[in-house]
């Protein structure tokens, strides 16, 4: 027992006398104070946006949770997968089949989303938990290879599982936000203010994102969180130091999947509509663009990458027409060289390209890159 | 007058007791148990210690030292780093009325076994292996010594000697002993008296072996009551809300001062530096709000910042030369009003405290300090100048062991560079008119040298009045400037006297400077020899791309005489011809104290040095080039050691 006054501690921000200070997520007043401007921020949004820039906002929401899922098992434990859409898939048609409502031959249950949001996440979770020893077998390349395959097998299921999705080319309609009778998507006044359908959803895909990320924050933490990094950095050593490769590993890529179905499962909800082609590599590579220009093995990371790739084709849209009409043209059928759409996966590849390059730690790189410059000040070092 | 009001009630008797250390700790245990007193750092974290946990181990080892034997007016010694065990053993040695005897953590084996034979040591509190490999290679020549208390047990724990006995253990026979007689401590605080040896700090000995200077409890209340609670030390006075770095070595007056009195006296909590190279970063940590140093350690701050803002990039380096001018500015301003800012500084200093001032200091760890020292040996004012100018004021501070530390100071508002200060409240300090020595008395002057009457005699006249050995005069009729230590002081072939301190200190204002030893006894005109910062010329040279392998290798590299001479034509300019250095030569290897070149307190110590390095002095003398060196015109490198590259050209 013992008893610190204030002005001992006062001042001192690089003084810890516990442990729990030291390792704390925000130990630093600046962090916490940023967090809390950025988070109040981020609730606001409702109140100001209007329903096409929330529709965006939701789904920078969205994809940094599943994105945070990816970065578990590829930025933290460093086992890359372009299976990611496959587990998106499975936690979208698991919402889908519970929450959703029958159309003709295919079934819906119309469950309430205290049921379906925690299933969306389970049953995924679990496919990975089965997949991962066979995953575990194998690194870098192979494994790719090895998820690659998986995810042709998924899309081929989603594409044959008429009663589930509706088969290819139709698809079918979402699970129904509803928790206790109470509609997540539809217009509510709130605080005085009328605010959209979307914006509702909003708020609760950013509650989601602010537990899921803080969940993932801790884990990353925790002695499984250094098993992680351990096993990424190098797998022999890890083993050696009394790691075990195959539980670790299984650890990354079910807790990966829970965030992967999850993020699914308000995807679909957020387009109003899924057909079995989404979960093909193109969405793989998007979330693997949210960890790389994010920031691999952060959890701030994915929620910036998220923001970049979902806003950025949105930002040349708007720019394009800017642009000389020779080079891009805006109308359908217009006589420039590239087109908007080829603009923007042209402009996506390159920044891919770009990050690995110059900066393979991210945007969130780039961040700590600035605020060291100024922690150093005024020194460089 | 408030502050000497209460000092002097501090001193008094109260409830019959002696006000010793361990009362004070005891005080502070009953009144406010939980309160954090000290940190340590361990295992990353530092470990919050209370006022109640530092007087119950103060107790189990005073009981435990008790069943060792230990009765009043042993000495017991103690040789570790600065940590809470020193603190616990120091305090529990007072309070069973024995003797502390502190050693420093560098002192090699024969020094071990020299100062463990003179103090008559019975038992010796050794931090680890290496200082229990250094009691056991000597302790067949130290009967006396009894028992060897070991603090941490990696190493030594199958170490199998009768004699050691590892720290838990003598808590634990502490324990047993405190169940058996809870009373003991009790009645020695009854018994204590005033004089009371309570410990013997042993001087460095820059000259003949080591004299173990006496301190009762006497002299350690008046310490207390004008280091500590008359501004003596840090102004104004500490309090138990101060925040203080101990990294010192604890066996040295200064020190003891600062960590244990400052603690027992007034409250400060004290935290326990990891070691001397961590002591940046944990400055940093810690953000003491008191600081005292030793002028190498400000010299190396001020280096260290010249350092590193060499690799800053640009825009870095342009708002630190900007605001450094400004800083430069405010310096001079406030050296030139007593210490005090005037409007305009204030002012700057506002400005520039977002861009350069605030950041700097928090990087040095220097944000939150309120009052800074400077002692033990004499500073350079450009660095005193330096650092009023980024706005940590350091004040001299003059005193020794043999007068606790209490001579002079300079006070706030009222500073004179190049001066120690003022006397400080109830001392009596008169400059003898025919030597210019110093003398001090006052109830803190020591009662002798342990088992040496015939050098006390020669330091402690009948009369009180204390001899420190040190030439001095007034400026201004209220300050003192000390002129050097009577012993070092040069008159050279011409009849004149040259105080050669003054001289090096401006030489190691250089940050490339480490030593720097001036030599012209009896000589026509004056030398120097040079030993580099290793660190500095090394950045230096790689910014250069000058290859180099030893310290000696960089030593000698004509770019590096070059930059020495430069040094050294800078600091003539500041003297008059007779004070200028005419030739230097470099001392081929880092100095040292298990050498022998260098005292505890890492003081060069002139005799070793003329023997060591006679032949680079008559080099000089004898008008030849044989070794690296130069005159004001030229440099050679040394003839003996010509680099292999060099020697196809």
């Known amino acids: 027992m013992s008893r610190t006054p204030r002005t001992l501690r006062r001042g001192r921000p690089e003084l810890y006398s516990d442990y729990a200070a030291d390792q704390a997520i925000w130990n630093t007043p600046a962090k916490r104070w940023s967090t809390l401007v950025l988070l109040a921020l981020a609730l606001s949004l409702p109140w100001f946006l209007g329903r096409d820039l929330l529709g965006l906002a939701t789904l920078v929401a969205v994809y940094a949770i599943s994105g945070i899922g990816l970065n578990l098992v590829s930025g933290y434990a460093g086992q890359i997968s372009l299976g990611h859409a496959v587990f998106m898939g499975i936690g979208a048609y698991t919402a889908a089949l519970l929450g959703g409502s029958p159309q003709g031959d295919i079934r819906g249950f119309e469950l309430d989303l205290l049921i379906w949001l925690p299933l969306a996440g389970l049953v995924p979770a679990f496919v990975g938990w089965l997949f991962a020893p066979i995953a575990a077998r194998v690194r870098g390349l192979y494994l790719a290879i090895l998820t690659l395959g998986l995810l042709f097998v998924g899309e081929h299921v989603f594409k044959e599982a008429r009663w589930l999705t509706g088969g290819s080319g139709l698809g079918r309609k979402p699970a129904d936000p509803v928790v206790l009778g109470f509609a997540l998507y539809e217009e509510r006044t709130i605080l005085g203010t009328e605010v959209p359908a979307i914006g509702v959803f909003y708020l609760f895909a950013l509650l989601l994102l602010v537990v899921l990320a803080v969940v993932a924050r801790n884990v990353a933490r925790t002695r499984q969180g250094r098993a992680f990094s351990a096993v990424r950095d190098r797998d022999i050593a890890a083993e050696v130091m009394g790691v075990p490769l195959l539980r670790t590993k299984r650890l990354a890529f079910t807790l990966s999947s829970f965030y992967a179905g999850i993020g699914g499962a308000l995807l679909t909800i957020v387009f109003g509509f899924v057909t079995p082609e989404r979960w093909n590599l193109l969405l793989s590579i998007d979330f693997l663009a949210v960890v790389l220009i994010g920031g691999a093995a952060t959890i701030s990371g994915p929620i910036i990458g998220a923001a970049f790739v979902v806003l950025m084709p949105r930002f040349i849209e708007t720019f394009a027409g800017s642009l000389p009409g020779w080079f891009v043209s805006t109308a359908v059928g217009g006589g420039g060289l590239l087109n908007v759409f080829q603009l923007q996966r042209l402009l996506f590849g390159v920044m891919i390209v770009l990050f690995l390059v110059v900066e393979p730690r991210g945007l969130f790189g780039v961040w700590i890159r600035v605020r060291n410059y100024f922690k150093a000040w005024p020194f460089s070092y | ?649």
């Open chain 2, 1 to 649: 007058m408030s502050q000497t009001m209460t000092a002097a009630s501090m001193t008094e008797e109260q409830g019959g007791e002696v006000l010793t250390l361990a009362t004070r700790i005891r005080r502070f245990a009953e009144q406010d148990p939980y309160r954090v007193c000290m940190r340590e750092k361990r295992f990353g974290i530092w470990q919050d210690i209370t006022w109640a946990d530092y007087w119950d181990k103060v107790e189990l080892v005073a009981h435990g030292l008790y069943a060792l034997g230990i009765r009043p007016g042993d000495r017991v010694g103690i040789h570790a780093e600065n940590r809470p065990e020193w603190l616990y053993a120091d305090v529990g040695i007072t309070a069973l009325r024995a003797i502390t005897m502190g050693l420093y953590p560098t002192n090699p084996a024969p020094e071990v076994a020299y100062l463990l034979q003179d103090s008559g040591s019975r038992i010796l509190v050794a931090e680890d292996q290496e200082q229990v490999d250094k009691a056991l290679a000597v302790v067949d020549e130290c009967p006396d010594l009894e028992w060897i208390v070991y603090l941490e047990p990696r190493g030594v724990r199958d170490y199998d000697h009768p004699k050691l006995i590892p720290f838990e253990d003598l808590l634990e026979r502490g324990r047993v002993h405190r169940g058996s007689d809870p009373d003991l401590l009790a009645r020695m605080a009854q018994d204590a008296e005033e004089d009371d040896v309570v410990t013997l700090i042993y001087t460095s000995g820059t000259t003949g072996p080591p004299k173990g200077a006496m301190l009762t409890n006497r002299n350690v209340s008046f310490g207390i009551d004008i280091l500590v609670f008359s501004g003596g030390l840090f102004d104004p006075s500490a309090s138990q809300d101060d925040v203080t770095l101990s990294y010192l070595p604890l066996c040295h007056v200064a020190e003891r001062a600062a960590t244990v009195w400052n603690n027992a006296g007034a409250g400060v909590t004290v935290h326990f530096a990891e070691s001397i190279e961590t002591v940046q970063a944990n400055l940093k940590e810690v953000q003491p709000t008191l600081f005292f140093a030793v002028p190498r350690i400000w010299e190396k701050i001020a280096a260290g910042i010249q350092i590193k803002m060499y690799s800053a990039s640009r825009i870095k380096k342009l708002n630190f030369g900007l605001w450094m001018k400004v800083a430069a500015f405010i310096g001079a301003q406030r050296v030139a009003n007593d210490g005090n800012h005037t409007l305009l500084t204030r002012l700057l200093y506002a400005v520039g405290y977002p861009f350069l001032y605030r950041a700097l200091r928090d990087r040095i760890g220097m944000r939150k300090v309120r009052a800074a020292g400077s002692g033990a040996a004499p500073i350079a004012p450009e660095i005193l100048q330096f650092f009023f100018g980024i706005g940590v004021p350091i004040h001299e501070i003059y005193g020794m062991t043999e007068n606790a530390a209490v001579a002079t100071v300079n006070r706030r508002g009222r500073v004179k560079l190049g001066t120690v200060g003022e006397p400080q409240p109830g001392t009596e300090l008169r400059i003898d008119e025919t030597s210019g020595e110093i003398l001090t008395r006052h109830p803190g002057v020591f009662v002798g040298y342990w088992n040496k009457p015939e050098q006390t005699a020669e330091t402690l006249a009948a009369d009180g009045w204390l001899h420190t050995g040190d030439v001095g005069e007034w400026v201004d009729g209220t300050h003192v400037r000390i002129v050097d230590r009577i012993k070092d002081i040069i008159i050279t072939a011409g009849g004149k006297n040259i105080s050669p301190s003054e001289i090096e200190n401006h030489l190691k204002t250089s940050p490339f400077v480490k030593e720097a030893m001036v030599i012209g006894d009896r000589q026509a005109y004056l030398t120097v020899l040079i030993g580099i910062e290793m660190d500095t010329v090394a950045d230096w040279a790689q910014r250069r791309q000058l290859p180099y392998t030893t310290y000696r290798d960089l030593t000698e590299k004509p770019e590096v005489l070059k930059l020495v001479q430069g040094v050294v034509a800078n600091t003539n300019e500041r003297f008059a011809r007779v004070e200028q250095m005419r030739k230097f030569r470099m001392i081929p290897k880092e100095l040292d104290h298990e050498d022998g070149e260098l005292t505890a307190t890492q003081k060069v110590k002139r005799s070793s040095l003329n023997d060591m390095f006679g032949h680079l002095i008559t080099d000089m003398y004898g008008n030849r080039t044989e070794h690296a060196g130069g005159d004001l015109v030229d440099v050679h490198p040394s003839r003996d050691f010509v680099p292999s590259h060099e020697q196809e050209d």
